[in-house]
Structures are given as structure tokens and as C-alpha cells.
């Protein structure tokens, strides 16, 4: 698969890009089938919500479930990422954000980079961020808000905001805007928040200012995002290097293979 110019340049100008129908109904069924067994392996990986028993996040899927592995080589994505990268990439991290029916909790308004960058002492925001819907994605179940275009202005904070809500990741709580720095950029920018069908696919830039709300609706809102980043620029060294499950540190350049992600038997 290939991006189109003016794809590419709607990537670049608004810092994000939906595609549709990527992958079909049994490829997405089988992913969620593979998150539902990744939901069982007990494990640092696993975050739970603050309250009660849903599961929050799972990193590092690809490592445990074979699907997740092949998805990651899938020319269906490694493609687009490449034209946006160049030919040296690799996974840099890979997550499911739950969103539980009821339970799931918002994801606070941050930038990614900034995560990164403090965490991990990633030189530079040459990555790209690919969302899979694993559920169709509505008004009601959560959708992820951009501010589109506030990629261009670089980042907008510079440190830790909060005290520390999760020690298993940094969960945007810890990096998020302040309401005035919120508010300017949306004033002048607005917010969007791309729906659709399970199986779309959304690339979004690592400076892109995003959160979401909480899940009040009886429908689960599963969206898997694997970030990739080019060869060149991995995290330099930091006191407290964070665990393999958050980062990964194969560095070497992914191949595109076209195996199927739907197990065959
Ligand atoms: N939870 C991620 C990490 O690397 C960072 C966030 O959405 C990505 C900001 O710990
Ligand atoms: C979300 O899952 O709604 C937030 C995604 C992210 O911050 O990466
Ligand atoms: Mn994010």
C-alpha cells in the first residue's frame, strides 16, 4: 500500500490521516481475539484502570501473540510508514488502550514527543504513530480528539505536571497541557476526532497535541497503536533505561513480510 501526494501532504499539514477499511472483518477479529489472550498473561505490561478490575493498556503484544507479530511487518502499514520515514524503520512501541464499555478512564491531552523525550532521552520526533480501530469507533465510545495542525508549533510543555499516576508507564496525566495552553491552541486550531469502522487505520505525528474522554457507553473502544521510529534515532542513554516492554530496543530495519495476520490451520 501506498500513500498518495496528496495523503502525504494532508499527513504533514494536519498531522494526522485516516484510511479506512485497511484491514477486513476477520483480520480485526482475530486481533481481538489475540488481545483478549494477551489480556490473561499476568505481568508489568498489563495496566489495569484505577478502579475496578478492566484492563487499561497492554504493551508489547507483538513479542507473546503471533498475530500482533505479523501485523507490525504488514506492508499494509510498514508501506505509508516508510514513505513518511524512509526505508530504515523500526517498532519502537507497540500498545492496546482498552477502553472498556463503562470503565474505561480518559487519556489526558499531551504529546507524545514529550513522553519520549524525558523518559527515554529520544533525540528527535521522527516517528510516526499508526492507530488500528479493533472496534468500530463512534461519538459515544471515547474517540481519540486531535488538535489538528498542532504538531507545526513543536512542543507546547516541557516537563512533568503531576505527580506520577501509573509506575508501569508514563501515563499522560503526567505530561498534560495546562487548560490555558489547551485553550489557546484550540482557538486557534479547533479539534477533531476521526470516526469509523473496526479495521481504519490513523497515522499521527508524535507532536500532535491528542486526548481523549472517558468511555460512558455500553461499547468497547479497543485501539491498538504501534509507533514506529527511524534507524538513527533511538533513545540515548538515561539513568533509569525503561523496561523492554515500553521500548523496544530491536533497532534493526523491519522488512515488509505479507504474512496473514488470520492464523491458518
Ligand atoms: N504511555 C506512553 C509511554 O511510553 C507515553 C504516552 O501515548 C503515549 C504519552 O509510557
Ligand atoms: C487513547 O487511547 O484514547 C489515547 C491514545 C494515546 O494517547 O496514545
Ligand atoms: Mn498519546
Known amino acids: 500500500m501506498r500513500l498518495s501526494e496528496e495523503q502525504v501532504h494532508n499527513y504533514r499539514d494536519r498531522g494526522y490521516l485516516t484510511v479506512e477499511s485497511v484491514f477486513d472483518e476477520q483480520e480485526v477479529a482475530a486481533l481481538r481475539e ?3 489472550r494477551d489480556c490473561q498473561v499476568p505481568g508489568e505490561q498489563r495496566i489495569m ?3 475496578g478490575d478492566a484492563v487499561r493498556a497492554i504493551y508489547s ?3 507473546r501473540q503471533s498475530e500482533f507479530a505479523a501485523l507490525i511487518r504488514t506492508p499494509r502499514l510498514l508501506g505509508p510508514v516508510k514513505q513518511l520515514l524512509g526505508e530504515q524503520v523500526y517498532l519502537f512501541q507497540l500498545k492496546v488502550n482498552a477502553k472498556g464499555p463503562f470503565t474505561g478512564d480518559l487519556w489526558a491531552w499531551h504529546q507524545d514527543f514529550l513522553a519520549w523525550k524525558l523518559a527515554d532521552n529520544l533525540p528527535a520526533p ?3 504513530n499508526v492507530g488500528i480501530y479493533l472496534d468500530e469507533v463512534t461519538e459515544f465510545n471515547g474517540p481519540v480528539i486531535f488538535v489538528p495542525g498542532s504538531h507545526q508549533g513543536g512542543l507546547v510543555g516541557d516537563g512533568r505536571r503531576h505527580a506520577t499516576k501509573s509506575i ?4 499522560p496525566d503526567d505530561i498534560s497541557l495546562t487548560p490555558a495552553q489547551l485553550a489557546e491552541l484550540v482557538e486557534e486550531r479547533g479539534m477533531e476526532s476521526p470516526k469509523g469502522p473496526a479495521g481504519t487505520v490513523i497515522f499521527f505525528d508524535p507532536q500532535i497535541v491528542h486526548g ?3 468511555n460512558m457507553s455500553p461499547l468497547p473502544r479497543k485501539l491498538l497503536i504501534a509507533t514506529y521510529n527511524q534507524v538513527g534515532n533511538e533513545p ?3 539513568a533509569e533505561p525503561r523496561p ?3 521500548i523496544c530496543r530491536d533497532n534493526r530495519p523491519l522488512q515488509a513480510t505479507d504474512e496473514p495476520l488470520v492464523p491458518t490451520t
Request: zero cysteines; proline letters at 8%.
Open 244 to 246: 523492554d516492554y515500553l
Open 61 to 63: 503484544s507483538h513479542v
Open 126 to 128: 521522527r516517528l510516526v
Open 168 to 171: 508501569q508507564h508514563l501515563d
Open 34 to 36: 489475540a488481545f483478549l
Open 49 to 51: 484502570e484505577d478502579k
Open 236 to 238: 540515548r542513554p538515561v
Open 212 to 214: 481523549s474522554a472517558p
